[in-house]
Nanobody
Framework: QVRLVESGGGSVHTGESLRLTCVAS?????MGWFRQAPGKEREGVAA???????DYADSLKGRFTVSRDNAKNALYLQMNSLKPEDTAMYYC?????????????????WGQGTQVTVSP
């Protein structure tokens, strides 16, 4: 397993943007972002493999963009036009492969999470 450290969360207002960063301690084939709001299950946000294949939760396409820098073992999530319903703890995850829809069971390594809070 690799160690994953997220950063970039914070408190913003509706319509603003945030960029999350995750740095891995080593190379991983697939990396993804999940989020979990209080009282809800952890849900997939986006994932990307080492060839640049990107996948998104259908409800987030167009507002969120996932990218990675393989040289830095880094994963990013650009979040635009944020809404209060985007409020959640956002987790970085890594694993050898994944299926769609994104599911936590496909990812074996997890970060501690970074909080995103969007107020009206």
């Amino acid at each position: 397993q690799v160690r994953l450290v997220e950063s970039g969360g914070g408190s913003v207002h509706t319509g603003e943007s945030l960029r999350l960063t995750c740095v891995a301690s080593g190379y991983v084939k697939c990396m993804g972002w999940f989020r979990q709001a209080p009282g809800k299950e952890r849900e997939g946000v986006a994932a990307i493999d080492n060839n640049g294949r990107m996948d998104y939760a259908d409800s987030l396409k167009g507002r969120f963009t996932v990218s990675r820098d393989n040289a830095k073992n880094a994963l990013y999530l650009q979040m635009n036009s944020l809404k209060p319903e985007d409020t959640a703890m956002y987790y970085c995850a890594a694993g050898p492969d994944y299926d769609l829809p994104l599911h936590p069971v496909d990812f074996s390594s997890w970060g501690q999470g970074t909080q995103v809070t969007v107020s009206p």
